[in-house]
T-cell receptor, first 117, second 113 residues
Framework: GAGVSQSPSNKVTEKGKDVELRCDPISGHTALYWYRQRLGQGLEFLIY????????KSGLPSDRFSAERTGESVSTLTIQRTQQEDSAVYLC???????????????FGPGTRLLVL | DQQVKQNSPSLSVQEGRISILNCDYT??????FLWYKKYPAEGPTFLISISSIKDKNEDGRFTVFLNKSAKHLSLHIVPSQPGDSAVYFC????????????FGQGTELSVKP
């Protein structure tokens, strides 16, 4: 499979615990994005990595959220001290980012469904 | 501040008829608009896009129309098929904001046989 993969597919955790979500982008894609979709809502941008540039963290909702990316491969989104409002589907996407950034097709993974009890 | 809005949460059409999904935006810096389709328990998949310098883009049964003066775009599906039943998201990106997409809330399309 050459698509974006995410793990775990489902995660149930208790309020106050930390969680780590993983994303494996398409090989060769230099741009990687994290989005969140709460129930019944649209996708909400969280963070964006582009090559060696500083990530765009403007969408992270609080300092409990952080993300890292190793080179141009795997990314991990970490949520510390989870709250019930963090329950959502967390989606990762990647793109080639060759022809200029705006309008690039982003390819999404299946998402991680996070439930905080 | 909802920069991209899809005001119809759901739409039901008969197989063979036209489906029209609408999207409005407020940010005049948006220069690309994209439509994504999402099935339950799957990630969104890219459908069609349009640059802000165009007013129409067509790909098979799918056509996107852009009205910049009204800050409005629409996706037409003709003819609609039961397999088109899914949630459709309108998204936009701005040239000065990297590649991040701003999404609408989605419209759930149901195509009945």
């Amino acid at each position: 499979g050459a698509g974006v993969s995410q793990s775990p597919s489902n995660k149930v955790t208790e309020k106050g615990k930390d969680v780590e979500l993983r994303c494996d982008p398409i090989s060769g894609h230099t741009a990687l994005y994290w989005y969140r979709q709460r129930l019944g809502q649209g996708l909400e941008f969280l963070i964006y990595f582009q090559g060696n540039s500083a990530p765009d963290k403007s969408g992270l909702p609080s300092d409990r959220f952080s993300a890292e990316r190793t080179g141009e491969s795997v990314s991990t989104l970490t949520i510390q001290r989870t709250q019930q409002e963090d329950s959502a589907v967390y989606l990762c996407a990647s793109s080639l980012a060759l022809k200029g950034r705006s309008g690039e097709t982003q390819y999404f993974g299946p998402g991680t469904r996070l439930l905080v009890l | 501040d909802q920069q991209v809005k899809q005001n119809s949460p759901s739409l039901s059409v008969q197989e063979g008829r036209i489906s029209i999904l609408n999207c409005d935006y407020t940010n005049s810096m948006f220069d690309y608009f994209l439509w994504y389709k999402k099935y339950p328990a799957e990630g969104p998949t890219f459908l069609i896009s349009i640059s802000s310098i165009k007013d129409k883009n067509e790909d098979g049964r799918f056509t996107v129309f852009l009205n910049k003066s009204a800050k409005h775009l629409s996706l037409h599906i003709v003819p609609s098929q039961p397999g088109d039943s899914a949630v459709y998201f309108c998204a936009a990106s701005a040239w000065n904001q990297g590649g991040k997409l701003i999404f609408g809330q989605g419209t759930e399309l149901s195509v009945k046989p």
